[in-house]
């Protein structure tokens, strides 16, 4: 173990220019995680109730700090995506030195561990970093702090770079480098699992859709949290299935029928590897879920406090409304920058194809359409449904809240989170600009 730490630590040293970018977004993803453990745990070792001039005094009673903690735990969830999504990107970067490591006989598990690993590492220093400024504000806000935040916040530090090389394990279980350098992914079996799954899935959204039909019943608000959590999930994985299969669907039809060439090459990729459009577009697809759910809560909610709520207690709402508000904003930008770094490595595993298109004469505009088009087509149909899911919980808090009508503002949510994910692919055209160049065939 020893040994391949210390390979990580050089392969991360050795590291060139075109990497570093992806070493400060690793660094920046675990920067994140640790602030916003940090902050949980800071908030969470609160006890009693508080006279806390921040926030309009939403730290003052333990409810409202459960709902902070439990918010603040949720937003580790779009980071540890983006970091997986980091630590793929990083082993097809290093795919010759990678391969050296193969040809020095180190078997294919050895070196997704050591990429693992350099994703630990610098996931260390991002959790250092934040640490020590979270300590410095810690200092300044809270005097006397108890002894247990202080383990806390040491616990967090230490667990932060364990979890950033359990990721990159997962991420990388499927990665295969070879002795020749190349870098490939072995596609898993298929099997009928991930069908009665979803059928399970379908099965228990309609009988939640039938609680819907009856909002007062089964304990009214009190009900909500779990039956939205349980809309948020289901309507999730529905999503997710449905981008993986309306990309299997999409290819077959446009590879037998279209011709023209940014189609036909996106078509071919998303035939090829279906899941991989599912796979990046999972928390995405959740954010829009929650997102959608959340605009049109916070609409009702507004309405409804305006005409019972005093004008000098209605800021303690709004604040905690808009806070909310600013979570999720937090949770899409991170999520989007996950797509773009996916984006970003679909890119770079293929730039060898690339170069030989644009070296064969296919115009360069082709490939960057064909990237576009392998993120419009099948997140399309996957944002309708998530949309829908978030649009029912609005639904069934109107007529928990004897609103008068269902709002509309939320409907703008799918599409302004669709335009997003095409922008967010749209910032790797440079990168396969670069990518495409016939220069790139020296090393093929």
Do not use: K
């Amino acid at each position: 173990m020893s040994a391949d730490l210390r390979l990580a630590w050089l392969l991360t040293r050795g590291s060139d220019r075109r990497e570093w970018w992806r070493v400060l977004l690793t660094a920046v993803g675990a920067g994140l995680a640790t602030a916003f453990a940090l902050a949980a745990v800071a908030v969470a070792a609160l006890r009693g109730q508080y006279s806390i001039a921040l926030a309009n005094g939403l730290l003052n009673e333990p409810g409202e700090r459960r709902g902070i903690v439990f918010t603040l735990v949720l937003l580790l969830v779009p980071v540890l995506g983006f970091l997986g999504q980091c630590a793929r990107i990083g082993a097809v970067h290093r795919d010759r030195r990678l391969a050296a490591l193969r040809l020095a006989g180190a078997e294919p598990g050895r070196v997704r561990r050591i990429a693992a690993l350099e994703t630990g590492l610098t996931c260390l220093v991002g959790s250092a970093l934040v640490t020590g400024l979270s300590v410095l504000a810690l200092l300044h806000l809270w005097h006397g702090a108890p002894a247990v935040v202080w383990a806390a916040f040491a616990l967090v530090t230490t667990a932060m770079p364990v979890l950033g090389v359990l990721v990159g394990v997962v991420a990388l279980r499927r990665v295969v480098a070879e002795p020749l350098g190349l870098v490939r992914r072995v596609r898993p079996p298929t099997s009928r699992g991930p069908v009665v799954a979803y059928l399970v899935a379908a099965l228990v959204v309609l009988v939640v859709a039938g609680l819907f039909l009856a909002p007062r019943m089964f304990g009214g608000f009190a009900t909500a949290p779990g039956l939205v959590f349980a809309v948020v999930v289901l309507t999730g994985m529905g999503a997710v299935r449905l981008s993986g299969a309306t990309a299997r669907r999409t290819g077959r039809l446009l590879a037998e029928r279209t011709g023209n060439p940014a189609v036909l090459i996106a078509a071919e990729r998303l035939r090829d590897d279906p899941w991989a459009a599912a796979r990046t577009h999972a928390a995405v697809l959740l954010v829009t879920v929650v997102g959608t759910g959340f605009v049109g809560v916070r609409q009702v909610l507004l309405d409804s406090l305006h005409h019972t709520t005093p004008a000098e207690d209605l800021s303690f709402y709004t604040t905690g409304i808009d806070l909310t508000g600013a979570a999720v904003l937090v949770a899409l930008a991170i999520t989007l920058s996950a797509l773009a770094v996916g984006t970003a490595e679909s890119v770079a595993t293929r730039r060898r194809g690339l170069a030989a298109q644009v070296a064969a004469g296919v115009p360069a505009s082709v490939p960057a359409r064909a990237l576009l088009l392998e993120t419009a087509l099948p997140l399309a149909p996957a944002v309708v449904l998530a949309g829908a899911g978030g649009m029912a919980i609005s639904a069934w808090y109107a007529a928990l809240a004897s609103s008068a009508s269902v709002p509309m503002l939320p409907l703008l949510v799918p599409v302004t989170v669709y335009a997003a994910c095409v922008l967010a692919a749209a910032t790797s055209l440079p990168l396969l600009h670069r990518s495409a160049h016939p220069g790139e065939l020296r090393h093929a």
